[in-house]
């Protein structure tokens, strides 16, 4: 067991430096990319993960799966410094080589990340020295001092072990203070932040929330609204360091700091946004009234030039969309949103700006953190997600979604509200049908329509009669075509089909 916790001793040194490390040259601002080989290596698996075991990962764990990363990679870790500890007894040059490995994984995925410059590997090198250091010191000490395997290790042995330990933590920690500081920074910043007024307000009409018990609400609250993006950890972007530069295809570079964008006119617009790994009957969406200033004006003032059809926006953390030209430039909008719900963005949903483009899904076009606009051609670049096997243009497709009642519920007979929303982004929902098992469809009532580009709440209201019956939905868009029934994974385009419950009425 002591050959173990040597092992677990070593790890957490090179772990606790490198972390130290990394939080203070962030703090300084000496990085360019992301100098944390634990946040490196993730970030990287993230990059490589295929689109089978997104969706995977995403339906499993949801909003989660950053988490259950980040557990994953500390459960393999830990597996991985006892495999080295238990070498350390018989085959100490292998247990050596088997942490420098580990070092060398994670000062390549450091020296991959977007923006890495040389000093960003200064932390992982140091982080691993002292482990290597700290792991031929351990075998020493206990080659001196024999340990019986039915008394454990010695004295002086345990508390060489419980010292290095503490100090291994106690270097964690101060790395994630260090790191931490910047949360303060940007919270601070946060509660500074008066969200501007505007001329033309948007309003809910009255009937769009319908009201109905369980039912997703038709303006959904920020710290309720989805968050699905690449980051393993949330950016922290103070604004005063905050600049979003647009050049390429343009005729003049331009480049708006923080009090540049919030001297422009703001306006409001209420926008539903949608995940492409939104399964059929999926949460993975949300409605919300966004404040921000126009694209199209920052483009304006860039002058676009002829040929081009694709901007490639660019987030803090290297996440890069490619979002049609004509999307930003038309009469839809498409904003550098500064505020959700009149309120500050969260750091999660991209504070201090991002963008929010009506009609795309996420993954080409709502960008959080944004940084950079480039101008270009879907001939010449590709988002992130492009390669890795989704479309490049990722139109939303119409669907409707049952919210109450859940599948599986069992129900009293009467009168019951079947009710959820439906959404055809920048074309608009004309009318929503319920089917109860092999019957006609059913018209249901539909709230009010605050704009094309969000959902809409429908309510029916089904006389449920005992036994096991299925329930299915579908929407028409304001053109008169009918949601397909056709059932596909989200994969490559977005998912479709009826959203169908199973209930059981008593």
């Known amino acids: 067991m002591v050959w173990v916790l040597g092992g677990l001793a070593a790890g957490a040194i090179t772990a606790g430096l490198a972390e130290l490390l990394a939080g203070l040259l962030t703090r300084l601002g ?69 942490l420098a490995l580990l ?55 345990a508390l060489t072990l419980v010292g290095l330990g503490v100090a291994g933590g106690a270097l964690t920690a101060l790395g994630g203070r260090a790191l931490a500081a910047g ?52 950016p922290q972007v103070d604004p005063a360091t905050w600049r979003l530069r647009v050049h390429g295809m343009v005729d003049r570079t331009v480049e708006i700091d923080w009090e540049t964008l919030l001297s422009k ?10 995940c492409v790994s939104n399964e059929v009957g ?26 081009a059809d694709m901007v490639l926006s660019t987030s803090t953390d290297g996440f890069t969309a490619g979002t049609p030209l004509e999307a930003l430039t038309d009469e839809r909008n498409a904003l550098i949103a500064i505020a959700m719900n009149r309120e500050p963005l969260t750091p999660e949903h991209g504070f201090p700006a991002r963008l929010v483009v009506p009609g795309l899904y996420g993954y080409v076009s709502a960008t959080k953190w944004v940084t950079d606009l480039k101008v270009t051609r879907f001939a010449d670049d590709e988002g992130y997600w492009t390669p890795r096997g989704w479309s490049a243009r990722g139109p939303v497709k119409m669907s409707s979604r049952i919210d109450v009642p859940g599948g599986g519920d069992r129900i009293a007979a009467g009168t019951v ?57 579908r929407a028409q868009d304001r053109t008169g075509a009918w949601q397909t029934e056709e059932e596909a994974p989200p994969a490559p385009d977005g998912s479709t089909g009826y959203h169908r419950i199973y209930v059981v009425v008593q």
């Open 417 to 473: 509200a079947v009710a959820g929303v439906a959404w055809a982004q920048h074309t608009g929902i004309r009318a929503v049908q319920v089917r109860v098992d092999d019957g006609p469809w059913q018209a249901a009532r539909l709230g009010a329509d605050a704009t094309v580009d969000a959902w809409r709440q429908w309510v029916f209201s089904w006389r449920a009669t005992p036994g096991e019956h299925t329930l299915a939905v």
């Open 265 to 274: 006119p703001m306006q409001e617009a209420m926008v539903t946004l949608m």
């Open 30 to 98: 000496w990085v360019g990319g992301e100098p944390s080989p634990v946040l490196a290596v993730g970030a990287a698996f993230i990059d490589r993960t295929p689109p089978w075991l997104k969706d995977f990962a995403i339906s499993t764990f949801g909003t989660h799966d950053k988490t259950a990363l980040l557990v994953g990679m500390a459960v393999v870790l830990v597996a991985a410094c006892a495999v080295v500890g238990l070498l350390l007894r018989a085959r100490p040059q292998l247990a050596l080589v088997v």
């Open 282 to 307: 999926g949460d993975l969406n949300g409605n919300a009234i966004w404040t921000g200033w126009p694209v199209r004006e920052l483009l304006r003032e860039a002058g676009v030039r002829p040929g």
């Open 183 to 234: 949360q303060r920074t940007v919270q601070a910043a946060r509660e500074r932040f008066v969200v501007p007024r505007v001329a033309r307000p948007v309003t809910v009409p009255a009937g769009a929330e319908l009201g109905v018990p369980g039912s997703t609400p038709f303006v959904v609250p920020q710290r309720d609204f989805y968050r699905i993006d690449t980051a393993l950890v949330v």
């Open 103 to 157: 070092g060398v994984v994670g000062l390549a995925a450091v020296l991959t990340r977007p923006g890495a410059q040389p000093l960003d590997a200064v932390p992982t090198v140091l982080g691993v020295a002292a482990g290597l250091a700290l792991l031929t010191g351990v075998r020493r000490a206990l080659v001196r001092e024999p340990v019986a395997e039915s008394s454990g290790a010695t004295r002086r042995s």
